[in-house]
């Protein structure tokens, strides 16, 4: 397979190649094996996180700031627009900053998913749940219950869940790549460009070394 990293003002059929012969490639290489392992969390993060990197050439960039290049925003934008069609699971848009702030910033950033508290809503927490197998069973307070993927479910009576499926998130983020792909083959073949404009400002800037006040 092609390792052809990004670059300068890259063609329409240079971003499909870089998004299913380098990154998707590479992706799978490296994590295909985890989702049968029982680590949930480390898939989780690495699919997040390589999120942030496909989301940036989706949505663009600025050219104001570099280290807003990959934003929260992108990420549930990705999750908003392209998630749902390409899996046919809307609850994607609907749980876009859920999934982000949990599953990206938490174990990112705290080593656990986050846990949410808000009087406002129809439970005042909302914690976090893994699912191994979808549906798949999950402990509550009284016993155990049938979850399924991105489906809330009451745990406690002031607790509900937001139940992942690992298996799950894997394949729609792959399905999701490979729909940006698809996008960029279209527009192209439309004579459009928006997507490719986009690409190209996020690509761009990503294949020029940063400018830093370290020395050595």
Same mark, same amino acid.
Not at 30 to 36: K, N, P, Y
Not at 40 to 57: E, G, K, M, N, Q
Not at 103 to 115: A, C, D, E, L, S
């Given at each position: 397979?092609?390792?052809? %990293?990004?670059?300068?003002? =890259? ?8 998004? #299913? *012969? ?42 104001? *700031? ?5 934003? %929260? ?9 392209? /998630?749902?069609?390409?899996?046919? *699971?809307? &609850? ?9 702030? =949990?599953? &990206? ?5 705290? &080593? *656990?998913?986050? &846990? ?13 749940? /893994? ?15 049938? @979850? ?11 607790? =509900?869940?937001? %139940? ?25 073949? @439309? ?8 690409? #190209?400002?996020? @690509? ?13």
């Amino acid at each position: 397979m092609s390792s052809q %990293p990004l670059s300068h003002g =890259m063609t329409h059929q240079q971003a499909v190649n870089f998004l #299913r *012969n380098h990154f998707l490639f590479n992706f799978c290489y490296e994590t295909s094996g985890l989702t049968e392992r029982p680590a949930p969390w480390v898939l989780t993060r690495t699919i997040l996180c390589a999120l942030d990197f496909i989301a940036a050439l989706y949505c663009g960039w600025d050219g104001t *700031n570099r280290r807003q290049i990959a934003r %929260p925003g992108n990420c549930t934008r990705f999750l908003t627009e392209v /998630f749902p069609v390409a899996t046919g *699971n809307e &609850r994607y848009g609907q749980f876009a900053e859920h999934l982000y702030e =949990m599953f &990206r910033t938490g174990t990112v950033h705290q &080593r *656990n998913p986050k &846990r949410f508290v808000n009087l406002e809503s129809r439970s005042r927490i909302l914690t976090w749940a /893994f699912l191994q197998k979808d549906p798949g069973v999950i402990k509550t307070a009284t016993g155990e219950t049938l @979850a399924t993927h991105l489906t809330l479910v009451h745990v406690a009576p002031d607790t =509900m869940a937001l %139940p992942i499926s690992i298996k799950a998130l894997y394949r729609d983020f792959v399905q999701s790549c490979e729909y940006f792909a698809e996008a960029l083959e279209r527009e192209a073949e @439309a004579g459009g460009g928006e997507l490719l404009r986009r690409w #190209r400002q996020t @690509a761009d800037a990503l294949s020029k070394a940063e400018d830093t006040h370290l020395t050595w």
